[in-house]
């Protein structure tokens, strides 16, 4: 089965400041790999996804994800953070042809001003 | 992208109460719905698939006579808390899959069940 590690629980950032959020998944073959962001009391939002082909992806609110197959990590990045991005973010993976996301324990992403 | 509608948004029960959470897609018709459970702090947790006109499919451990899901048409699928209690207080989230390409799931913004 699927595993994603989210190594770090809480990320603090300064608005302005580039952000790289970790994540390491475990799967035996090629993944379909997520970012999600979830807002307080809110339900997910899909920010980016990774299904084949390029391995950078872009995704909406100026994030990228880029695909390490040889470190199994799929690490979520943001060239320059804004006091709205503060949410909690959430690496899935899923088996190739399910599509069902199993989800790491997320990071919780703090901005200060 | 396409919209996913929960109601109630929040719920307080007594315990020993069931209560009835609604996931609705709004703009197609979704063959599959997925019910989540999520504590504080923690990740989302699948509880069960859900197939228009079947019997839903429960993740292990998930107890099925606890957690009645039913998903009587191509846009509503519900999930029932039986005799709650307050262990069962959690945050809920369905989700639902328009068939397609990329099979992407479209996350409702969830309930707050409390059960006292």
């Known amino acids: 089965a699927q595993s994603v590690t989210q190594p770090d629980i809480h990320i603090t950032v300064s608005e302005g400041a580039s952000l790289e959020l970790r994540c390491n998944y475990s799967?035996?073959?090629?993944?379909?790999l997520f970012w999600y962001v979830q807002s307080p009391g809110q339900g997910l939002q899909l920010l980016l996804k990774?299904?084949?082909?390029?391995?950078l992806v872009q995704g909406i609110k100026g994030f990228e994800a880029e695909f390490k197959r040889s470190q199994s990590s799929f690490n979520l990045r943001k060239p320059s953070v804004h006091w709205s991005d503060a949410a909690e973010y959430f690496c899935?993976?899923?088996?190739?042809?399910?599509?069902?996301?199993?989800f790491g324990r997320g990071t919780s992403l703090i901005v200060h001003p | 992208g396409a919209v996913v509608s929960q109601h109630p948004s929040r719920v307080i029960c007594k315990s020993g109460t069931s209560v009835k959470i609604e996931c609705r897609s709004l703009?197609?018709?979704?063959?599959?719905m997925f019910w989540y459970r999520q504590f504080p702090k923690q990740s989302l947790m699948l509880m069960a698939t859900?197939?228009?006109?079947?019997?839903?499919?429960?993740e292990q451990g998930v107890e099925k006579d606890k957690f009645l899901i039913n998903h009587a048409s191509l846009t509503l699928s519900t999930l029932t808390v039986t005799s709650a209690h307050p262990e069962d207080s959690s945050f809920y989230i369905c989700?639902?899959?328009?068939?397609?390409?990329?099979?992407?799931?479209?996350f409702g913004p969830g309930t707050r069940l409390t059960v006292l």
């Open positions: 989700s639902a899959r328009e068939p397609g390409t990329t099979n992407e799931q479209f």
């Open positions: 799967y035996g073959a090629t993944p379909y």
């Open positions: 990774y299904f084949s082909g390029d391995t």
């Open positions: 899935a993976v899923a088996a190739g042809g399910s599509y069902i996301p199993t």
């Open positions: 703009d197609f018709q979704a063959t599959t």
């Open positions: 859900s197939n228009e006109g079947s019997k839903a499919t429960y």
